[in-house]
């Protein structure tokens, strides 16, 4: 029996789901979404179902890229723009504290095979930061 896919064997089946990724059609404008921020090459969303008290998505307007390792190894300089865009939003959006997860490979919760950096953080002036930070679990996947 074969076990499960790993994060190699799953790369053609999600990339042909990349092309048309959900990030994709909201940058068009095919779907709804509102666009907080953009530069040339990156745009940032909220999460539509956030697991912090800010959390934001940073996302290449390329979808060439499935994940991190792809990007890192391709175009470093876009990986570190999109680190950049990260930590403004912080400093715009939230009190400039933030943690960066890119989530890598269906069997770590990965669902949009378009490389994006979830921001979390909390709100400026945010009473209580005593519950953390919690991004939510590994997923089903
Ligand atoms: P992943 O699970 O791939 O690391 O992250 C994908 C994220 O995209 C999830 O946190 C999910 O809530 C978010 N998401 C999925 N569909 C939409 C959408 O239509 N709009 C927005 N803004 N976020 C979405």
Not at 36 to 53: C, G, M, N, Q, Y
Not at 56 to 82: N, Q, S
Not at 129 to 141: F, Q
């Amino acid at each position: 029996m074969n076990g499960p896919p790993g994060r190699l064997a799953q790369t053609v089946e999600f990339r042909d789901m990349a092309e048309s990724s959900i990030f994709t059609r909201i940058l068009a404008g095919d779907i709804p979404g509102e666009v907080l921020h953009e530069t040339d090459r990156v745009f940032v969303l909220r999460d539509i179902a956030p697991k912090a008290p800010v959390h934001l998505l940073v996302i290449p307007k390329t979808a060439e890229y499935i994940d991190v390792v792809a990007l890192a190894a391709a175009e470093p300089d876009l990986l570190a723009e999109m680190i950049e865009v990260a930590s403004l939003m912080a400093t715009v959006h939230a009190d400039g504290d933030f943690r960066l997860v890119f989530n890598t490979g269906m069997g770590a919760g990965q669902t949009v095979p378009h490389v994006h950096a979830h921001v979390m953080a909390h709100p400026q002036g945010a009473d209580s930061h005593a519950d953390g930070l919690t991004e939510g679990s590994l997923g089903d996947a």
